[in-house]
């Protein structure tokens, strides 16, 4: 049996679409006090309303995680409006597609700018207020694209999402003295406003490689932050799932439709 997170005052990084929202629907769920945070504040709003639609105690801050300030206030209104901060699951992030060849400095800085230096500077905000919670924990939304497979058009977001887990073995290390713990959820294809962008031919191709048959929920992802930010995951530290439906095991697509056949 899992001990209660009720009462813990939760952070998500881009939660006020998809696989954020989703985290924070499942913490808004289990009692956790949430705040969201993005970009665009009739986003965050709208989220929020649906969010507590249920009577959840859910809150935003709009606030750009690829600036080092935003993320700075981001810390300091939550401290103020919430006492603290047990919870920070660094989320945001962007997949815009890019080949090679076509590749600006500006494409890549674009994605690293979010993805590796917001998460980065997420972290470095609310380290003071996750030590002083007694039990802080960070749970960083990387993909299994980079960590563990590619894709034409996202070798920075690739690159992007490696870094993330670069960075996570060292944070882990930098904040077990002051009893965070540091892991990441490797989401495969998950149905998001995102990822809804990338059209129904993506989609469904997708679909059809994962062996589950199905691309994941938000809400998928937001049970597996669940167990890392739980009591009973406190001795987990530097680590990673994979919550895919599967996606990353065929050796050969060929080779699964035979076997489905
Ligand atoms: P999404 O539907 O596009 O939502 C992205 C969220 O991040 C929004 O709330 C957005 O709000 C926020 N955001 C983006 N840039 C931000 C910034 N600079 N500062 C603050 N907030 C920012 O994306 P998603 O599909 O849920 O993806 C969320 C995370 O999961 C990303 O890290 C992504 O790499 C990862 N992921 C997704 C999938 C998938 O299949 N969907 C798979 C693997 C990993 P604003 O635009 O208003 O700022």
New binding site residues.
């Given amino acids: 049996m899992f001990s209660p997170v009720s009462g813990r005052s939760v952070v998500v ?9 989703g985290i924070a629907a499942v913490f808004a769920q289990a009692g956790a006090r949430v705040t ?5 504040e009739a ?2 709003q709208a ?1 929020t309303a649906e969010l507590a639609s249920g009577g959840a105690d859910v809150a935003f801050v709009v ?4 600036r080092p300030a ?1 993320c700075t206030r981001m810390a300091r209104e939550v401290v103020a409006q919430r006492g603290g901060i047990d919870v920070l699951c660094a ?5 815009p597609a890019q080949k090679l060849a076509d590749m600006s400095e500006a494409d890549f800085d674009e994605v690293f ?3 590796v230096k ?1 998460c980065v500077f997420s972290v470095q905000a609310c380290t003071d207020a996750l030590a002083a919670s007694g039990h802080g924990r960070v749970v960083l ?5 980079g960590p563990i497979t590619g894709y034409p058009g996202w070798a920075h ?1 690739g690159a992007s ?1 490696a870094a993330q887990l670069g960075f996570l073995r060292t944070a882990a290390i930098e904040l077990a003295p002051k009893g965070i713990t540091v892991n990441a959820v ?10 809804a ?1 990338l059209g129904e031919d993506y989609l469904a191709t997708m679909a059809a490689s994962i062996p589950l048959k199905r ?2 929920d ?1 809400e998928d ?1 937001g049970y597996a932050a669940l167990f890392f930010a739980s009591d009973e995951a406190g001795y987990v530290t530097g680590q990673t799932l994979v919550v895919d439906g599967g996606q990353i095991l065929p050796e050969s697509l060929e080779a699964l439709a035979a076997a489905e056949a």
């Fill in positions: 990084t881009g939660g006020t679409k998809g696989i954020g929202k969201i945070v993005g970009r665009d986003t965050a989220a606030a750009d995680v690829s935003d989320n945001a992030g962007i997949f700018d979010t993805n917001g939304t990387s993909s299994i694209t977001y999402k490797l989401p495969g294809n998950i149905a998001t406003e995102g990822l962008d691309l994941g938000p992802i």
